[in-house]
């Protein structure tokens, strides 16, 4: 079970279902209280056209605990003579902020935020239930 609400912060139940149901399709050790989620296209990294890579990390208290979501992060090569990826959007729930790199830091709460958070997760939600991207991998954090 993915938490849907972040203090003022509201995941639509489909996007936590979507998630929860990527979570049942790997294995998670009992005693795992960090994950992260890495969804990826390698035709991204080759022609920079398609998917941008996203990753999501997850935590609960113990093994009893539903899992919350701590971050969520799309990446992207910033220029055409980028050689690395860099952060493209960022919405950190917990502390309720989004990061752009034209924009800079912003209050995830103000309204024209949490729109684009709304719009960008409608959007991966879609990406990830018609199995878009090509590579997924969940790995614990220690």
Not at 83 to 91: G, I, K, N, R, T
Request: proline share 5%; aromatic share 12%; hydrophobic share 40%.
């Amino acid at each position: 079970m993915i938490i849907s609400d972040y203090q003022g912060v509201q995941l639509p139940i489909s996007f936590c279902k979507t998630i929860s149901n990527l979570l049942r399709h790997h294995v998670v050790p009992d005693d795992a209280q960090r994950l992260v989620f890495n969804f990826r296209d390698p035709t991204y990294y080759r022609t920079r056209v398609g998917l941008h890579p996203v990753e999501i990390q997850l935590s609960r208290d113990n093994e009893q605990s539903p899992w919350s979501l701590v971050f969520i992060a799309s990446f992207s090569y910033q220029s055409d003579s980028a050689q690395s990826l860099d952060v493209e959007l960022y919405f950190h729930l917990r502390n309720h902020w989004c990061y752009q790199p034209d924009a800079g830091t912003a209050d995830l709460l103000q309204p024209a935020v949490l729109e684009l958070f709304n719009t960008w997760c409608t959007a991966l939600e879609r990406h990830l239930n018609r199995r878009a991207f090509s590579d997924i991998q969940l790995s614990q954090i220690r």
